[in-house]
């Protein structure tokens, strides 16, 4: 898949990327490599590691000293991140208690790895970097990246083309297609989203990768820019704030999405590939570890159910009667196909969004 592109962004725009990291190093420094042949030369990668314990703040150390390998499951996904990169890549570890105190002089170096001594969950890991980004001035953009993906080349040159475009956009997604199908799309940028049910579903999804789209049409149907792949300005930043940490995992983007309304539009850069594992980097690797199946679910009945929830009545109250038909139907269809696991789950995550509970996901981990 090849992208032409004459425009590249201007030499002095410093652009950051963050990377949040849980207990998937493989997955991380794949995306690395190929983060590091990106068509733009002024970036720095922060990976922001949420208390890993498989030692991968270790792991990717190595990698960068240039004693370990990336490796690709797909071989048609291999070019993207081989031959390795020039090593080694100079590094510094921050602590997270250290992120609002930054030592570093500036553009020293292009690998920053911050360590978290617990696990902040998605939003939480990602604003242990934007706290960081934010006591510097050198920036116009961030570019928050799933640790789960693997970027063409031209990724961050064409989402910052589209975002330099239209000075009202303050947040942009990607062309998201599947790491296990390159040529099929997951998303076209993000989701719609209907406040009246909580319901959401991804723009293009499924649609082969050489159809032609249309990026307008696209962009006013956006109700959320898909995490896996979100470019926000310094402006957006500034203005809107960081992600909302309640939530832990999901509902994150809409969140933003929402607060921004008034304030900023959200864009589409179709030129811009990101292909995408979905669900790794939140723990769908466990599938292979996890004997009933069913149980992989867990996570995501229990913050999909407990984050819709707590989403409707903090912005749309008056809509809450009709998103809990929409749990119900869940929770009943679960109940019918006899699994009481992720019955149990739903139920429970009905009972956080009113309680506040946290589902911790490395209690769901198993022995190998």
């Not at 984050?307 to 009545?313: A, G, L, S, V, Y």
């Not at 995550?349 to 490395?362: M, N, R």
Request: proline share 5%; glycine share 6%.
């Amino acid at each position: 898949m090849r992208i032409d592109s004459d425009m590249k962004p201007s030499a002095d725009l410093q652009t950051y990327i963050v990377i949040v990291n849980w207990n998937g190093w493989r997955d991380t420094i794949e995306c690395l490599e190929s983060l590091f042949r990106l068509h733009h030369d002024n970036f720095t990668v922060i990976v922001c590691d949420n208390a890993s314990c498989d030692s991968s703040l270790e792991q990717i150390m190595e990698w960068a000293k240039g004693d370990r390998l990336a490796s690709s499951v797909s071989e048609e996904m291999r070019a993207y991140a081989y031959p390795p990169v020039a090593k080694p890549i100079p590094f510094i570890v921050l602590e997270a208690n250290h992120v609002d105190e930054p030592r570093l002089s500036a553009n020293c170096e292009r690998l920053i790895l911050i360590r978290s001594k617990q696990n902040l969950g998605f939003a939480g890991g990602n604003n242990l970097g934007l706290r960081f980004i934010l006591h510097r001035k050198d920036h116009e953009y961030v570019w928050l990246l799933n640790n789960d993906t693997v970027v063409h080349p031209d990724a961050l040159a064409e989402i910052i083309r589209r975002a330099q475009e239209d000075p009202r956009i303050g947040i942009c997604g990607s062309k998201l297609c599947f790491y296990s199908a390159p040529h099929v799309v997951q998303a076209y940028g993000g989701s719609t989203y209907s406040p009246l049910t909580g319901r959401n579903r991804h723009i293009g999804a499924l649609k082969p990768v050489s159809e032609r789209e249309d990026r307008d049409k696209i962009e006013q149907q956006l109700g959320y820019i898909v995490g896996a792949s979100m470019l926000v300005s310094r402006r957006f930043l500034d203005s809107v704030g960081l992600m909302n940490e309640d939530y832990f995992l999901y509902q994150e983007e809409i969140d933003w999405a929402t607060r921004a309304k008034g304030k900023f539009s959200q864009g589409y850069a179709p030129g811009s590939i990101v292909f995408h594992k979905q669900g790794n980097s939140m723990g769908g690797k466990w599938l292979t570890r996890w004997s009933e199946p069913e149980e992989s679910f867990i996570l995501s009945d229990f913050y999909g159910i407990r984050n819709q929830i707590r989403f409707t009545r903090r912005y749309y109250p008056q809509y809450l009667p009709m998103v809990a038909v929409t749990v119900a139907w869940r929770l009943l269809k679960r109940v019918v196909a006899g699994k009481r696991k992720r019955v149990r789950s739903v139920i429970r995550g009905v009972s956080s969004a009113f309680s506040g509970e946290l589902l911790d996901p490395a209690s769901l981990q198993r022995p190998k």
